[in-house]
């Protein structure tokens, strides 16, 4: 049975993202993000507040498991609607992640459970 290791949240301002435009900075996006993400939030008309989404629970996985991780060894997705993450490199056999994410106009917020496997 698998254990909990950590929980984390965190709240994003969707203007953090707003304030700086992909087509105008496409390397901070690179940074924080896999290409498989940056082109799930520029499909829809506001990709702002799933960057800011997907920003969330980047941070919330930091705070649940270690803040040592990087931000391109956790991938975030979704099947069949729901968000799951995957995460890379020595964390992905170590860890099982639950999260929830939601936003609303100028935040998104995402809550994260980290079980040990």
Request: contains cysteine; glycine residues 4%; hydrophobic residues 40%.
């Amino acid at each position: 049975m698998d254990s909990i290791f950590g929980i984390g949240v965190d709240l994003v301002d969707v203007n953090k993202f707003k304030k700086k435009p992909y087509s105008e900075n496409s390397s901070f996006y690179n940074k924080l993000f896999l290409p498989t993400e940056i082109k799930y939030c520029l499909k829809f008309k506001n990709p702002n507040q799933h960057f800011a989404g997907k920003f969330a629970v980047k941070e919330s996985i930091k705070k649940s498991i270690s803040t040592k991780i990087k931000f391109h060894e956790i991938e975030t997705f979704h099947k069949n609607s729901k968000p799951m993450v995957s995460l890379k490199g020595k964390y992905s056999k170590k860890f099982s992640i639950i999260v929830s994410i939601t936003h609303e106009k100028n935040f998104a917020i995402a809550f994260v459970i980290a079980e040990k496997v």
